[in-house]
């Protein structure tokens, strides 16, 4: 059977079970009416229903019941995905699934590239997702805990082996987590707190991740296997796999994240690292229970028992008192007993780093080998050293972001408490005055003030963070710090006033050589301009000798063979700032010339790409974004947020999780060794189309009146409302384009089926170049085509055809006609719709056919959507209107009892779009 058919059996099957099981909770609980108007009941009941109404609405529950059904269809399209996967590699056509390691191994090795090639850049590969609590999750965290179960239910009713009533059993276990899902709500009632969203992150850096990496090593190895590798060339030479966090770290406009709050972020990752890594070892010590009468034990391991006991003292002769004819067992009874706690125990006797415990599980893993025990290093100590590797004595590296304006209101404070002339205006300095103070004072050790705080708000917020960071290091080392990143950076000196507050906090260290800092700091390039200034502003910072003293010596830490330079690329401010397709190109320009800088420094760029969850915002399938980055800018480590309702959709269930993680590193890997030559002509046309593509969504934000079509028909009011994020949705409350965060920009969008963040430009751009050159148009449809593909055309018409799809003409007209200025409303909607058919008419060139026609698979889950969400907007329509009515006529009190019905259809739609921002 094909797989594409393997995929839609599985679907049907788990969509109607989870459908009729839904129908059959409603039903029990009395809710008929509800029951009966669900959606898609010709495709699960074999049978019509009844439409659902205006009127329905009222109550919310056929609003909750469609958000619902939404999920469940997510949920069978999640299974039939995994199980269409399984099938593929039963059959052998696994290097036919995009992004795996069986189709990245089948091209290296059609490139040429020998397993000991690809096994030596294996090496050298280190992928970083860094979670971020960015207000895009429109569900509670108890409701995805509730879906999460479910999940676990359709992949256990997937084995044929269950007995009738053991079927049951699971089948009533599902229906019982529906009921949870219906009796427990959809929305937030209060927006979450930082504490609430660092409870989820946990959730994923606890329980989620740690099971998932066995699944990662396993999905490698047998995929190394299959291609005839040798094996052994891959047992030292795996990829690694880390984690980063902004929850408790972030606070770029978002007035709650304190000094504390990072304090006890630091703290809690450290204690449920330390008390998973002593589970682990429980565990494998039980496990490795081999017996010293029944094998001779490696005089490496009882140096190391005797070494270690004597190190302990008192602690380790009871640690081998326990299984005394049990080595291997006694050694990690040690390790255990080496692991660092708040008992007071000497310093000498504990681990002072993740480092230490790995080597003595090395140490542990060669002297299994020695006695022919292989095997049980690969299954039961292997999956341990991965863990600890991975998780270390800290889940994930947090990093400190803050705004580079903060920045400067901040210095300003401290200068002004020493006495600096002006210094409390330095925000308003001339760029060679700045510079000229920031680099007198980068050549000394001496803090501004002798410490404490209240010096200024900014002062006192900037420099406690860094402090922490600083009490941090000095107790623990580095491990868990991730990276001081300033937003907004648009000179070099944004990026040297941090090691000023790195000196103020006594996080700088200095010695014979000089001041350096032990943590990266990092620019983050996001608006248009930002981005093309990028190779200048990396220039000037990269020959300061502080910053190369502070690379060398993280470096040296780190085991790195050369520095390493992060530079964090943003693609939500530039798509907002000039449209996406001025953003992709920007970005791939930023990146080439970045990397060739860094080349010349002598040092090696690593980029942390800022993606969104939405196409508006960089995001679109893994494989296809990491085919499509330039050649030369991946050279085996890459960092990436992964925010919102994306971290549920990828990483929510292991299955799923496990293949996420592969399309990263198996993608990493491709876009380190592959070898791609952009063609001149295509690169010259690509400038043109970016910037003919800018121009058009410039006119469209700058038009007259746009700002107030943007406020009218789309829900952002609503969504500003939204308890779904605890950062405000402005920067400084202002209502202008600057002010509003790019994240409800394209939520409003979607939510009104606008989706212009995602396809805006791409018609006037395309079509001005086809007719005033046709023949480099012709060349880049080709380039389109999979006989000449060039990856970075086909990631951008592709995603701008899903953009494109998934955005309603009709629709829009309906929200466009909650404005109430008729030539305002006419003239932007009119703008609109042109470049709507100008897209479709371009993408039909690419495609060779209407693009409905011609991504039928794509086209068909989007119909299946549409069929559902066409109430809900008819919904949110009429609710907007009475909503915004009672507000104007200062009915507030009524305005806010109707606004949890509100949010609730901003959810349901969110849930069938499958997603937000």
Not at 408 to 414: E, K, P, V, W, Y
């Amino acid at each position: 059977m094909h797989s594409a058919e393997v995929q839609e059996q599985h679907f049907q099957r788990t969509f109607g079970f989870l459908m009729r099981s839904f129908e059959t909770v409603l039903r029990d609980l009395g809710e008929d009416d509800v029951a009966q108007r669900l959606p898609w009941r010709s495709l699960w009941a074999g049978e019509g229903g009844e439409a659902a109404t205006a009127e329905d609405y009222s109550s919310e529950r056929v609003s909750q019941a469609y958000s619902i059904a939404f999920q469940l269809m997510a949920q069978a399209e999640e299974n039939a995905v995994a199980q269409r996967r399984r099938a593929a590699e039963n059959s052998g056509t696994l290097a036919a699934d995009p992004g795996s390691w069986d189709q990245h191994f089948e091209r290296l090795k059609a490139a040429g590239k020998s397993d000991s090639n690809i096994a030596e850049t294996l090496s050298q590969v280190h992928v970083e997702p860094v979670l971020t609590a960015h207000p895009t999750e429109a569900k509670r965290q108890t409701i995805l805990e509730h879906y999460r179960a479910l999940y676990r239910v359709v992949v256990d009713l997937e084995n044929s082996m269950w007995s009738a009533s053991e079927r049951a059993a699971l089948e009533a276990q599902a229906r019982s987590c529906i009921e949870k899902l219906w009796r427990t709500g959809d929305i937030f009632i209060d927006k979450p707190t930082v504490s609430a969203e660092r409870r989820a992150i946990m959730y994923y850096l606890t329980e989620v991740f740690p099971a998932t990496l066995p699944w990662v090593d396993f999905r490698l190895k047998s995929a190394w296997a299959r291609a005839g590798f040798s094996e052994k060339l891959l047992q030292h030479n795996l990829p690694k796999l880390t984690f980063g966090n902004w929850v408790g770290g972030d606070r770029d406009g978002h007035p709650f994240v304190e000094a504390d709050t990072t304090a006890e972020t630091l703290a809690m990752f450290r204690s449920k690292a330390l008390e998973q890594a002593r589970g682990a070892l429980t565990e494998l010590g039980i496990a490795l229970s081999l017996s010293e009468r029944l094998q001779t034990v490696p005089e490496t391991l009882t140096d190391f028992v005797a070494a270690r006991t004597a190190r302990l003292g008192h602690s380790g002769e009871t640690a081998i008192a326990r299984n005394i004819s049990e080595p291997w067992r006694q050694a990690v009874n040690l390790m255990l007993a080496s692991m660092p706690d708040d008992t007071g125990r000497p310093a000498e006797q504990c681990y002072g780093a993740v480092s230490e415990l790995v080597d003595d599980l090395q140490l542990l893993r060669s002297s299994l080998c020695d006695v022919g025990a292989e095997r049980m290093c690969e299954t039961i100590v292997d999956p341990v050293l991965r863990r600890i590797t991975t998780m270390g004595f800290h889940l994930a590296a947090i990093d400190i972001r803050q705004n580079s304006s903060f920045h400067d209101r901040a210095l300003g404070q401290l200068l002004s408490a020493t006495g600096e002339k002006d210094g409390d205006s330095f925000p308003d300095w001339e760029g060679p005055r700045r510079a000229a103070l920031i680099k007198r004072e980068l050549d000394t050790f001496r803090p501004f003030t002798t410490g404490g705080s209240g010096h200024g708000e900014e002062a006192d917020k900037v420099v406690g963070a860094l402090r922490v960071f600083a009490d941090h290091s000095r107790t623990y080392g580095t491990d868990g710090l991730g990276s001081l990143i300033v937003s907004m950076t648009r000179t070099s000196e944004d990026l040297f006033t941090v090691f000023l507050f790195a000196r103020e906090a006594g996080l700088l260290r200095t010695g014979p050589e000089g001041n350096w800092c032990p943590v990266p700091v990092a620019p983050l390039l996001e608006t248009i301009e930002d981005l093309e200034n990028g190779p200048e502003i990396l220039d000037r910072f990269l020959d300061e000798p502080i910053v190369r003293r502070s690379l060398e010596k993280q470096a040296e830490r780190n085991g790195d063979d050369m520095p390493i330079q992060q530079v964090m690329i943003g693609y939500s401010d530039s798509g907002k700032d000039g449209g996406f397709l001025a953003s992709i190109w920007t970005l791939y320009r930023a990146q080439i010339a970045i990397a060739e800088l860094c080349r010349k420094k002598g040092v090696r760029a690593c980029f942390f790409h800022g993606r969104g969850g939405s196409i508006g915002r960089g995001s679109g399938p893994t494989h296809r974004f990491l085919r499509a980055l330039p050649p030369g800018t991946v050279q085996g480590g890459m960092r990436m947020t992964e925010q919102g309702e994306s971290i549920s959709q990828k990483y929510a269930n292991r299955i799923t999780a496990a293949h996420q993680f592969e399309l990263l590193l198996a993608g990493v890997l491709g876009s380190t060794l592959e070898q791609r030559n952009d063609p001149p002509d295509l690169i010259a046309a690509m400038e043109v189309l970016a910037q003919r593509g800018r121009r058009a969504y410039e006119d469209l934000i700058n038009a007259d009146g746009f700002l107030t079509f943007f406020d009218r028909a789309t829900p952002i009011d609503a969504i500003e409302q939204n308890r779904i994020g605890s950062r405000p949705s402005r920067r400084s409350g202002k209502r202008s384009m600057d002010d509003l965060r790019a994240i409800p920009w394209v939520f409003a969008w979607n939510q009104s089926r606008f989706g212009l963040p995602g396809w805006f430009g791409m018609g006037t751009a395309f079509a001005s170049l086809r007719d005033s050159d046709g023949a480099i148009f012709e060349s880049l449809v080709r380039a389109k085509s999979e006989e000449h593909r060039w990856s970075p055309i086909h990631y951008l018409v592709s995603n701008a055809a899903t953009a494109w799809a998934t955005s309603s003409a009709p629709i829009m007209e309906r929200y466009a006609n909650l404005i109430e200025d008729i030539e305002l409303r006419d003239r932007i909607l009119g703008t609109i719709d042109q470049e709507f058919e100008r897209t479709e008419e371009i993408l039909t060139i690419f495609y060779g056919a209407a693009p409905r026609i011609a991504r039928p698979e794509i086209q068909r889950a989007i119909d299946l959507r549409n069929q559902a969400l066409e109430p809900l907007h008819n919904q949110q329509i009429r609710l907007l209107k009475k909503w915004r009515a009672l507000r104007d006529d200062g009915k507030n009190t009524n305005a806010e009892a109707l606004l949890p019905t509100v949010l609730l259809s901003v959810n349901a739609i969110a849930s069938g779009l499958g997603g937000t921002g």
